[in-house]
């Protein structure tokens, strides 16, 4: 008997060798320098901040170098997949705009020539695989059982030895190739477990691409490479699922690290080049005075649905993952408002090793700032898609006023510093329902500094009377509200106000206020002026004339 009965005895109907699969996904044809890099979830639920970040990067590093992004479902341990967990996947790369230029688009459609990218339906490659590493007598069939297993454990743990399948302990190592060959044929179940060349006492050293220099023992664990399903575990799928795609780096969360011996030990193997590896610090959050990792079970604003209800605009979730990806990329963004995410060039040396703090309220006006330096349809079109969703009645209104929307958010925005209202799609109408008939009903209206019913109805009635004018342009406008405070016994000049506040009733500020309350509501809005100008006179008039009679 050789390994190669004992390979095909397992194997009968793999007939492709891993010289086969080589020609099969060749190497890439890209230019120089170009990252080829992969997302690869398992199909557990939802993207959360974390993943997105891994991905984000992932894809950010392969457009940059004219490379390749693919996303690979990674169900080999199949009893953790959840419903449609490939579909919302998909959907949730999509909702935040990271394209895929190759991989699983569902169940059964794909885009790219490096397929399968789902992990289950790549059994005959890796058995392919495994077929050769028993042939080379690398790998071997391990009949040992849950219980002899845990035997082995309990004697490790009450000798304080090393726990795992390794030297003395890893009995199926030293079978004779006979023995495993009429088990088999008897029917005895088996798993399949590598041959690790390791030595415990020896070092590795792996450059990583984020932590840097780290060393490791080599491995000594002759870990399982196939589960008796017939599906290989994680390692070794994802030696054989990198080496094939032509992967060149992997971004990943740094619960990986560990595994790095056994992964680049398994590239040796195979005498392939392991791709680079960029492992990621958890994103913390802090919680009183203690840090702990952002939580896909605690923390909403870990699940990127938080910030689709919320309306917070992709791109500025993208300009916020910039920021915790690349340390220098706040800066740039600072000294480059009019350029894109796309202008700016992604460098793996500068992620921070430590990790990041998640900030939301510095994403919030990463959002801020996004928003209002997009044009007035811009918002338009955005709150319109977003309210169609989660507020019909905001909806409703953007539909019915399409110009006359524009026009209000178009208000104090193109100037060298526009306003910053907006937050989040969300957030837009607490800023502008004042503007519309339809919600300005019995509402409260803020008090300001006079508070006298006769004088503020003095002020609004001489004011409508005798001062407003509707095709007033704005400084007419403003002189006018002057002259009525003049004539009221209110100082017209701020200026001379502050240095003799007695002389007065109070300032032209105050008579302002009065009106800005009877027409919005609010001691707080945008210029006054424009919301004059956009309400119309008769509207003007008639909230005047509805306040004084409040
Ligand atoms: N399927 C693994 C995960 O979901 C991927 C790890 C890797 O990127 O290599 O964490």
Redesign the pocket.
Known sequence: MTNKDLANLIFPNITKTIEDYEKIYPERNLPEGAMVT?????P?GFVHMG?LL?SFISSKAAKDTNGVFYLRI?DTDQKREVENGIEGIVADLKNFEINIDEGALSRTESIGNYGPYIQSERKEIYHAFIKHLLEIGMAYPCFCTEEHLDEIREMQEATKSRIGYYGRYAVCRNLKIDEAYNRIKNGEKFIIRLKSPGDFEKKIVVNDLVKGKIEFPENDLDIVIMKSDGLPT?HFA?LVD?HLMRTTH????D??VSSLPIHIQLFQVFGFNPPKYAHLSPIMKQEGDTKRKLSKRKDPEAAMSYYTELGIPIKAVHLYLMTIANTNFEQWYDANKDKSIDDFKFDFKKISASGSLFDLEKLINISRNYISYLSAEEVYNNVLTWSKTYDLELYELLSKYKEYTINVFSIERYQKKPRKDYESWSSIKKNIWYMYDELFQNVDYDKGNITDKNEINNILSTYINSYYQESDDKDTWFSRIKELSTALGYCANMKEYKENPNNYKGSVADVSTVIRIALTSSTMTPDLYEIMKLLGADRVKSRILKFINA
């Open positions: 992969r997302f690869a979830p398992s557990t993943s891994a990674e994680y994802h990198d992997i971004t990943r969360g619960e990986w």
